[in-house]
């Protein structure tokens, strides 16, 4: 790709913007979103409650819901205190007049009034549906999450109906609201994996997935990126998720323990044996129908270890891959090699790069002719450069590209100029949402993206190897962990990759080999020349790995550790 000049970031504006909310009590998640708002950099403009509050503290619903609900409050819904917060800030009491059942409108008096603040736009944290024109108070409007408009519980039905339907995943939506009937402007979407075994860890888990959102378009109307919001209507309903029935809290009850109790079975007796495979095609190939793929797999190594992540250089005529060794006992992998031509790996690895903490996902870079390897080492909080003495078993560490960040599957490229690095975050979320640097050269200086996050999904976010350029287009490979962590690939096409401007959509998906030996998952696809590496998983009992699936059970939304590979989550 062409060089080109370097574009300059244009100018950042203030953003002023309000909220509307029935108190001064609001739920915790709300509380994050104006935390993270203001911490951008965003100015608190107003606060706008209402004359009487809209909701008088009953509990509607089915009697079952209510008592499960209130023995089973998610953290995210716990009220926080922002009088502290809110002091010092302009306030209004405005009345919203019910419209129907739902609908509310303010008195035109009132809307003047707002509008004298010169507000960017207006959060939604109360005051139920809304309609007429405080839509128009703002320049931008009022923002809304789908799922909030339903007291007293926002946003709880819509994050119950999916373990009561067995959803792979749960969807959120940040718009900007256009009435009642219209779907609005989508500004922000996301798809979390729902947890089926917890009603808790599913609202907690989207719920503080999203507090980011209203951020991120904030940082899109301070580089002037404003289209979008100011877009046609998408004119799609929205849905009000329903109260559950007494009959359907009963049902609702029996799947949601039913997966908790195949989720500790799996946990248990089920364990991730992964395997490395060779496809002799180059990796556009799979932007096809997989067909009749050919894989060559390596012989699987003894139980109590595996084999994953794999990545390949071909240097003086051969091709060596490089690629984690983990052994449940130790809870630690190691970056060991292996040529391209063996039928397996040794039973004693022949070590690559060993470091103290867990290493893993040893992506290789052929810059200026060297080879430099920028392994995951999330636990040292940083991505550390690594150039080949004498490849492959030799290396020295150049120093550290990006540190204090726990960055899982970090992926360098180069595209249009720059060097791009792309992973997701253990302390923000394993498998989304995806932050992207760049940097003029590989050694940097690294810089974030203007939109980071840039997106959350859990289908197609976190990193699965190497991204690739085919008839100009270029390609991105994220792994898609809706279903279970390593359950498929989705490749990426990248429409827009700027310093401030992100955007990709599926190309392809490349499912497990239903039909080989290692039937249960895939999360690697890396190209070396006219070849495809890939590994793929096979559930089997293992005892020397229930230690660690105990160890490393993951924990709910907010209070994250580290998980990686053991049993299907």
Known sequence: MSEGP??????????????LCDGPKIPTWQARCIEELRAGGANLALI????ERSFDGSHPGSLLFRAYVASHRPAALRPADMAAAFRGVPSMRCR???QGAFTGRFDESDVSRIRAYELDFLLQCGFGVLDGEILDAARYGVWSFQHDDEPPYRGIPACLWPIYDGDAVTG???????GPVGGGIALRNGYFRTALHSFRENVDGVHFGITAWPANVCQDLRLGQTAYVEGPSSGTPVTRS????????????GRQTRHAIRRAARGLLRHEAWCIGIAEEPIESFLQARGEKRIRWLDPPERGRFIADPFGAQVDGATHILYEDFRYATSKGVIATVEATATGTPRTPKIA??????????????????????PETNEAREIGLYRAIDFPTRWEKLGTLISGVAALDPTVFRYDGRWWLACTRRDVGENMPLFVWHARSLEGPWEPHALNPVKADIRSSRPAGTPFVHRDILYRPAQD????????IVINRVLRLTPTEFKEEPAAAVEPFSEGPFPDGIHTLSAVGEITLIDSKRHRFDPSAIPYVIRNRPVAAGDRAKSHRAGDE
């Open 481 to 488: 962990s809706s279903r279970m962590y390593g359950g498929g």
């Open 353 to 374: 790069i060993e470091l103290p903490v867990h290493a893993s996902y040893p992506y290789l870079v052929l810059d200026r002719g060297e080879v430099y390897c920028i």
């Open 172 to 178: 959120a939506v940040l718009r900007r609201v256009a």
């Open 96 to 98: 919203a007049t019910t």
């Open 242 to 253: 329903p109260i559950p029935s007494n009959r359907q809290m009963i049902r609702f009850l």
């Open 48 to 51: 706008v409650f209402p004359v």
């Open 6 to 19: 370097v574009p300059r970031s244009p100018p950042l504006r203030p953003v002023r913007f309000g909220v």
